[in-house]
């Protein structure tokens, strides 16, 4: 699976930040499936994206694109887009949330992704 950024309302890709000298997504733009049981045990393929970050402040949407890979041929077989969400400013971060009950799920089968249970306080 391959992952892009779009802004919070249109469908073009966004590449770059506003002065077009910064790629605005980094980390890895690409996810292997993962075979791995979700929060009810239930066997599932998921594809995880763990130091995907955005680097300018604003609203965005996700664009994940799935391509299967048949013996030397690879197939683009659907799309989909992220409900908006928002990217905020070191200074306007309002601080980090506990991880979900599916990533500490993934944690604990061996998927090597940052957990937070024990939050403290931001000052």
């Known amino acids: 699976m391959y992952v892009c950024v779009l802004s ?6 966004i590449y770059h930040t506003k002065n077009g000298k910064n790629t605005i997504l980094s980390g890895s733009l690409v ?12 066997r599932g393929a998921f594809f995880v994206f763990p130091d995907l970050s955005i680097r300018l402040e604003g609203v965005y949407r996700l664009k ?5 890979l048949v013996d030397t ?8 887009i992220s409900d908006p ?19 500490k799920a993934f944690a604990n ?15």
């Open 31 to 42: 996810s292997s499936v993962n075979n791995l049981r979700d929060i009810n045990d239930q």
């Open 109 to 123: 089968q061996g998927l090597k992704i940052r957990v937070r249970t024990d939050l403290g306080t931001r000052k």
């Open 8 to 13: 919070e309302t249109g469908d073009e890709e």
């Open 73 to 80: 041929m690879v197939y683009f077989r659907h799309c989909i």
């Open 85 to 103: 969400f928002t990217v905020y400013s070191p200074k306007r971060f309002p601080g980090m949330t506990e991880s979900t009950e599916l990533s």
């Open 64 to 68: 994940f694109h799935l391509y299967e």
